[in-house]
């Protein structure tokens, strides 16, 4: 492993890795490069930590130090012996092992962590814990190993202020991605007519004012071998606006909902731009001020027996946009497409189906609404 350029894994919400690709770009990462499950890059360690602080669409970020053929166990725990684990690892600082097999001679993963485990601690001797925030990563597929560590720690869709959830969330870092999908930029209002716990609207609000989806949270590359805390404080103190000219904005008919995004996006440092209202959707009216984007992702009733229940919602929310949002364009989100062409609406083609924490969900937009 080259100490000061390397290659890094950027893992996304399958579905939508190339949408973290274009935001890596614009974000002046070198050469990102979609794959099945995210994005590579390559770069230094100031890259990795930029990369956890600023990247709103990436789940975590893989430092890959070390790749060889293993076909046997007394191989691997060979080759693990030579791996430079003291370039990135400290000697004080306790790790896991994880690791997965496939279609690999070596299948079984918890006999190849062992291994792993064995190596790390008689050669650089660090403490080997179930329960450590460093995480070493073992993939071996089709004879091929591949070890990596994961910097973040906690997923990166923990930003450090979303403490009230309600029960079926969607992630921030997929929320980020689908308002990007949606062509938004931080540039115009946005309106989530069903905002849960205002995922959509403070994710939006926070882009618009430049501030940093990690900025409130640690994560696991503080604990590596290679970490300069003066250096690392430094890129965090580069922070956005406080103000926009836009205002984002939230509804829902369920008052806890309100209540728990409001107090989300009061952590998130956004309330100055952000508004949350108790609206069912049949009353819901655009905000004042330019058009812009509607976002919703509403239930998809999985359940049996529910999705009958949720055609009229589909119905009155196609017939609101219709009447009452000519200008705004809208990206609706279901699992169903049924439900989505109860809307009435006319949708541009959907893109690939997206992996929401195990449902596949797709992406419904319209052009800009007459």
Not at 63 to 72: E, G, K, Q, T
Request: hydrophobic content about 40%; aromatic content about 6%.
């Amino acid at each position: 492993m080259d100490k000061d350029h390397f290659p890094i894994f950027l893992v996304t919400t399958p579905g939508l890795e190339t949408a973290l690709c274009s935001e890596a770009h614009e974000l002046g990462f070198s050469d990102p490069k979609p794959v099945m499950g995210g994005v590579e890059i390559s770069g230094g360690w100031s890259e990795v930590w930029r990369a956890n602080l600023e990247l709103r669409g990436a789940g975590r970020v893989l430092v890959r130090i070390d790749s060889f053929r293993a076909s046997h166990l007394a191989q691997l725990d060979k080759r693990s012996r030579a791996v430079a684990w003291g370039h990135v690892l400290r000697n004080d600082v306790p790790v896991r092992v994880e690791a997965s097999c496939r279609k690999s001679k070596i299948y079984h993963s918890g006999a190849a962590a062992e291994r792993v485990e064995k190596a790390i601690a008689q050669e650089l001797g660090a403490p080997i814990q179930s329960d450590a925030a460093v995480r070493v990563l073992v993939r071996i597929d089709n004879d091929l190993c591949t070890i990596s560590i994961d910097t973040s720690g906690e997923g990166l869709h923990r930003r450090g202020h979303k403490l009230e959830v309600n029960k079926a969330p969607m992630r921030e870092t997929t929320a980020a991605l689908l308002l990007r999908e949606c062509g938004y930029s931080g540039n115009e209002p946005v309106l989530d007519p069903m905002c849960g716990s205002g995922t959509f609207v403070i994710e939006a609000a926070e882009w618009a004012l430049g501030l940093k989806p990690g900025r409130a949270r640690g994560f696991a590359f503080e604990h590596l071998a290679r970490f300069n805390p003066d250096a690392w404080m430094a890129m965090k103190a580069q922070s956005g606006s406080s103000t926009s000219p836009f205002l984002f904005c939230g509804s829902d008919r369920d008052a806890g909902a309100i209540r728990m995004s409001l107090a989300n996006a009061d952590r998130a440092g956004v309330s100055s731009v952000t508004r949350f209202a108790q609206t069912p959707i049949n009353e819901l009216e655009p905000p004042k001020g330019p058009v812009g984007l509607v976002i919703v992702n509403p239930p998809y009733g999985l359940r049996i027996g529910d999705r009958k229940k949720l055609y009229p919602l589909y119905g009155a929310l196609g017939t609101v946009m219709r009447t009452r949002f000519s200008g705004w364009r809208l990206g609706l989100v279901t699992a169903d497409p049924a439900l989505a062409r109860a809307t009435g609406l006319i949708f541009e083609k959907t893109g690939s189906s997206i992996d929401n924490n195990g449902v596949r969900i797709a992406l419904y937009k319209t052009g800009i609404l007459q």
